[in-house]
């Protein structure tokens, strides 16, 4: 079983569609990285080799920002935003959309239940 990043992968899934359950790691990204390696993206997660896997979460650890290190960052970029008083940060802080939704009507799942 692939253990990387502290998630364990799906072993009966391609490993292109595998490593997207690691959060920060999209079908791009992982395109990217199995290419590097040089592991085909139709290989089963449970016939990777052992030196496959570890190079795979070599490659994860060095060159990418995953996982609770990535969930850290976002945080503390809105927290930046909301600090300097940025229109992004304002609409974080009143928990509304920032990126430009009408709220008249929709953004529902952004504001919560009606009251």
Same mark, same amino acid.
């Not at 998630?7 to 920060?24: A, H, Q, S």
């Not at 592991?39 to 994860?60: A, F, P, Q, W, Y």
């Not at 974080?92 to 959309?97: G, T, V």
């Given at each position: 079983?692939?253990?990387?990043?502290?998630?364990?992968?799906?072993?009966? /899934? !391609?490993?292109? *569609?595998?490593?997207?359950?690691?959060?920060?790691?999209? !079908? =791009? /990204?992982?395109? @990217?990285?199995?290419?590097?390696?040089?592991? #085909?993206?139709?290989? &089963?997660?449970?016939?990777? =080799? *052992?030196?496959?896997? &570890?190079?795979? +979460? #070599?490659?994860?650890?060095?060159?990418?920002?995953?996982?609770? @290190?990535?969930?850290?960052?976002?945080?503390? #970029?809105?927290?930046?935003?909301?600090?300097?008083?940025?229109? +992004?940060? #304002?609409?974080? /802080?009143?928990?509304?959309?920032?990126?430009?939704?009408?709220?008249?009507?929709?953004? +529902? =799942?952004? &504001?919560?239940? &009606? !009251?």
């Amino acid at each position: 079983m692939a253990h990387i990043s502290g998630v364990e992968l799906p072993r009966n /899934k !391609r490993i292109l *569609i595998g490593l997207t359950y690691i959060f920060g790691i999209g !079908r =791009t /990204k992982s395109k @990217e990285i199995l290419a590097k390696i040089g592991i #085909d993206e139709n290989k &089963k997660v449970s016939d990777l =080799t *052992i030196e496959e896997e &570890k190079s795979l +979460r #070599d490659i994860i650890q060095e060159e990418h920002i995953v996982e609770g @290190e990535l969930r850290t960052q976002r945080i503390l #970029d809105i927290k930046r935003l909301m600090e300097i008083g940025s229109y +992004r940060g #304002d609409r974080h /802080k009143r928990s509304l959309p920032c990126r430009g939704q009408r709220t008249h009507t929709n953004a +529902r =799942t952004r &504001k919560g239940r &009606k !009251r």
